[in-house]
């Protein structure tokens, strides 16, 4: 049973270029997550995508969007970079099916560095 | 603005004792807590998650919830130097469309 997969592992980008990470959720799921994680920080919830839209979104301005594909996997894209944009990326399945809040598995990441 | 809180640590406590790490959320709607552990420079993965007050044990680790107080506390018994790790409590807001939100993170160290 695969659990869920992130592209690149690592990236360097220069500030304002444009950046796409890529996640595949875990067999069986159909909402992806993405959160950022500073240095020393907790994860900060970015967006989240089900059914091929985005059904919630944190605090982030829209220089990030997303997009889900109909296999369920989903891309995380960042415009004009910025310095403070370094950070490992998260990618986290779940299935929406239990009426619970549903419990969410990360991915490895994509660590970002923005020079 | 909802708020889930833990000491930072780190939390010290020698190999074979009783680890106790704590955390606190503001939304009193909240319905389903985690406990995620995070090694250095990992993702982090799963170790319990509770939805009930109470408690709810799985192997060495016992999750304890009291919704009245918005308390989570993880206790992680006969603790072993591969317990040292960052343990981050996780809260969905929202329902079953929830986001999670997460605390800073306690680091725990376990001395040989």
């Known amino acids: 049973d695969a659990g869920v997969t992130q592209s690149p592992t690592h990236l360097i980008k220069t500030r304002g270029q444009q950046v796409t990470l890529r996640c595949s959720p875990k067999?069986?799921?159909?909402?992806v997550s993405w959160y950022q994680q500073a240095l020393g920080q907790g994860p900060q919830f970015i967006f989240q995508?089900?059914?091929?839209?985005?059904?919630q979104r944190g605090n982030f301005p829209d220089r990030f969007s997303g997009h889900q594909f109909p296999n369920y996997s989903s891309e995380l894209n960042v415009n004009a970079l910025l310095l403070g944009d370094s950070a490992l990326y998260l990618c986290?399945?779940?299935?929406?099916?239990?009426?619970?809040?549903?419990?969410?598995?990360f991915g490895p990441g994509t660590r970002l560095l923005v020079l | 603005q909802k708020e889930v809180e833990q000491n930072s640590g780190p939390l010290s406590v020698p190999e074979g004792a009783i680890a106790s790490l704590n955390c606190t959320y503001s939304?009193?709607?909240?319905?389903?807590f985690f406990w995620y552990r995070q090694y250095s420079g990992k993702s982090p993965e799963l170790i319990m998650s509770?939805?009930?007050?109470g408690d709810k044990e799985d192997g060495r680790f016992t999750a304890q919830l009291n919704k009245a107080s918005q308390y989570v506390s993880l206790l992680i018994r006969d603790s072993q130097p591969s317990d040292s790790a960052t343990y981050l409590c996780?809260?969905?807001?929202?329902?079953?469309?929830?986001?999670?939100?997460f605390g800073k993170g306690t680091k725990l160290s376990v001395k040989p």
């Open positions: 509770i939805y009930s007050n």
């Open positions: 939304d009193r709607g909240s319905q389903s």
């Open positions: 996780a809260v969905n807001v929202g329902g079953s469309q929830g986001n999670l939100i």
């Open positions: 067999s069986g799921h159909d909402t």
């Open positions: 986290a399945s779940s299935f929406k099916g239990t009426g619970m809040g549903e419990t969410q598995y």
């Open positions: 995508y089900y059914e091929e839209e985005e059904r």
